[in-house]
């Protein structure tokens, strides 16, 4: 039963984290790993300034849609 229990667990922390990335909710932790990875320019950005920053490049690019 305890086996069963931890399968179940370690598959919804996968699911979970599954769906943060989807739905961009880890993007931050993902910028901060990246960011550590590559230490050579200044600090990592603060939780405000990267969600700003991660909208004004979403947004600047021209929308050829309609």
Known sequence: ???AAKTTW???RRLWRGVREWCGDAAYESYLRSKGANSRSSGPL???EFYVEQLNRRY???NRCC
Request: hydrophobic residues 25%; without cysteine; proline residues 17%.
């Open 60 to 62: 600047s690019r021209p």
């Open 1 to 3: 039963m305890k086996r």
């Open 10 to 12: 370690r598959f919804l």
């Open 46 to 48: 603060s939780p405000s």
